[in-house]
């Protein structure tokens, strides 16, 4: 069968590899379809991701079909379409002793510090399976693990019921944080960006208050979108200074910050709003397996959309083409999906 390794940054090679080996009781053998690019791909192909060795077989958001399980396994039959968690989690550190294994100590993410699925055939686990509709495209399934980390930011913090929300970036993360808090009963969610391309697919997927925070202020933009209620939370999606500065100056007094942004600076954090404003402040890693399972749910029943975010299909033997694609296309790409 066929690979993609990545021998070092810039460069993918192509070898036949022998199919994996039996399965054992509990694994499920996928054929993999789909493969979605994300900007942590995008770190390792040039070298800047901070956690991955090389040579790596990259690929942790993707659909495919069983092709086989083991004699244990239940969850799944061959011919279903599914997905799965690429978090490979010790099960016996702290945090993964209380049920919080996407902090484990000891976390590997197929894809960065463990071999990805850029492969024909790839062998899962079933804790980590996740089935999803026959309804679904194969793109719709690779979309599941991005919808996560909104299905996951989006129970960080209090409930949203009826609250107002402000996603601050609309990349395809905060898109989907934005499609979650208005699923969870957010009163109105405003997303800002410095692109007008990405507000337009914003408006796209039904968000339907959005603002350029490079050509309007902040604070007009709340002020348009929420009078004088103010907002109660915020969720940080751009992984930069100043979208953290706004959000933690102007949410409500007692409001909560969640961070899901990874900064390539480190940013410095306004002591006084935190403390004077007694706000809350979490991070947000990932998920878990109940959000992967929330997130094939939502987008089978068509209350997060994701046909908007694709920006275009490459095959499998094209991954640096893909990759240049993006480099190229700057702001104006969202998801790119490779075929196997
Ligand atoms: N916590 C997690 O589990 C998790 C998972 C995946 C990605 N991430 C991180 O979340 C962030 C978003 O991911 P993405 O794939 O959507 O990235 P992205 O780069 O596609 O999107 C970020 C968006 O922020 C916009 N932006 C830049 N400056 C801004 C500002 N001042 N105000 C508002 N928007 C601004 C950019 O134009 C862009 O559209 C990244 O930092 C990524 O590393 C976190
Ligand atoms: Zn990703
Ligand atoms: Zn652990």
Same mark, same amino acid.
């Given at each position: 069968?066929?690979?993609?390794?990545m021998?070092?940054?810039?460069?993918?090679?192509?070898?036949?590899?022998?199919?994996?080996?039996?399965?054992? $009781?509990? $694994?499920?053998?996928?054929?993999i379809? *789909?493969?979605?690019?994300?900007?942590?791909?995008?770190?390792?192909? =040039?070298?800047? =991701?901070?956690? +991955?060795?090389?040579? /790596?077989?990259?690929?942790?958001?993707?659909?495919?079909?069983?092709?086989?399980v083991?004699?244990?396994?239940?969850? @799944? *039959?061959p011919?279903?379409?599914?997905?799965?968690?690429?978090?490979?989690?010790?099960?016996?550190?702290?945090?993964? *002793?209380?049920?919080?294994?996407?902090?484990?100590?000891?976390?590997?993410?197929?894809?960065?510090?463990?071999?990805?699925?850029?492969?024909?055939?790839?062998?899962?686990?079933?804790?980590?399976?996740?089935?999803?509709?026959?309804?679904?495209?194969?793109?719709?399934?690779?979309?599941?693990?991005?919808?996560?980390?909104?299905?996951?930011?989006?129970?960080?913090?209090?409930?949203?019921?009826?609250?107002?929300?402000?996603v601050?970036?609309?990349?395809?993360?905060?898109?989907?944080?934005?499609?979650?808090?208005?699923?969870?009963?957010? *009163?109105k969610?405003?997303? +800002?960006? &410095?692109?007008?391309?990405?507000?337009?697919?914003?408006?796209?997927?039904?968000?339907?208050?959005?603002?350029?925070?490079?050509?309007?202020?902040?604070?007009?933009? &709340?002020?348009?979108?929420?009078?004088? $209620?103010?907002?109660? +939370?915020?969720?940080?999606?751009?992984?930069v200074?100043?979208?953290?500065? @706004?959000?933690?100056?102007?949410?409500?007094?007692?409001?909560?910050?969640?961070?899901?942004? /990874?900064?390539?600076?480190?940013? &410095?954090?306004?002591?006084?709003?935190?403390?004077?404003? $007694?706000?809350?402040?979490?991070?947000?890693?990932?998920?878990?397996?109940?959000?992967?399972?929330?997130?094939?749910?939502?987008?089978?029943?068509?209350?997060?959309?994701?046909?908007?975010?694709?920006?275009?299909?490459?095959?499998?033997?094209?991954?640096?083409?893909?990759?240049?694609f993006?480099?190229?296309?700057?702001?104006?790409?969202?998801?790119v999906?490779?075929?196997?």
């Amino acid at each position: 069968m066929r690979q993609a390794i990545m021998i070092k940054p810039g460069v993918i090679e192509y070898r036949e590899i022998p199919e994996p080996a039996p399965l054992l $009781e509990k $694994e499920i053998l996928l054929r993999i379809k *789909k493969i979605g690019v994300c900007g942590s791909d995008i770190h390792v192909f =040039h070298g800047k =991701h901070p956690a +991955t060795p090389y040579p /790596v077989v990259q690929g942790h958001e993707y659909s495919g079909v069983v092709e086989a399980v083991g004699s244990g396994v239940s969850r @799944v *039959k061959p011919g279903m379409k599914a997905t799965a968690r690429p978090q490979l989690v010790c099960g016996t550190c702290g945090p993964c *002793k209380r049920g919080q294994y996407n902090a484990c100590q000891e976390l590997k993410v197929q894809g960065f510090q463990a071999p990805g699925v850029a492969q024909d055939l790839f062998v899962v686990t079933e804790d980590r399976i996740v089935p999803f509709d026959d309804s679904m495209t194969f793109e719709q399934g690779a979309m599941i693990e991005p919808a996560a980390v909104g299905a996951h930011s989006t129970n960080r913090s209090g409930s949203l019921l009826r609250k107002n929300v402000v996603v601050s970036g609309a990349g395809t993360i905060g898109n989907l944080v934005a499609q979650f808090a208005r699923a969870r009963g957010a *009163k109105k969610v405003l997303i +800002t960006d &410095v692109s007008d391309f990405r507000l337009g697919i914003a408006r796209q997927c039904g968000i339907e208050l959005t603002a350029n925070v490079a050509t309007n202020s902040f604070a007009d933009a &709340v002020k348009r979108a929420f009078g004088d $209620e103010g907002f109660q +939370t915020g969720f940080e999606a751009a992984g930069v200074q100043e979208s953290l500065d @706004v959000l933690m100056q102007y949410v409500e007094k007692g409001g909560d910050v969640v961070v899901l942004g /990874v900064y390539s600076k480190n940013p &410095v954090v306004n002591m006084y709003y935190l403390g004077e404003h $007694e706000l809350n402040v979490y991070g947000s890693m990932m998920y878990r397996q109940e959000d992967y399972e929330t997130a094939a749910a939502m987008i089978a029943s068509g209350k997060i959309v994701t046909q908007p975010l694709l920006t275009r299909n490459f095959p499998f033997s094209q991954y640096i083409d893909a990759y240049e694609f993006i480099d190229k296309q700057g702001d104006r790409t969202m998801k790119v999906m490779i075929d196997l």
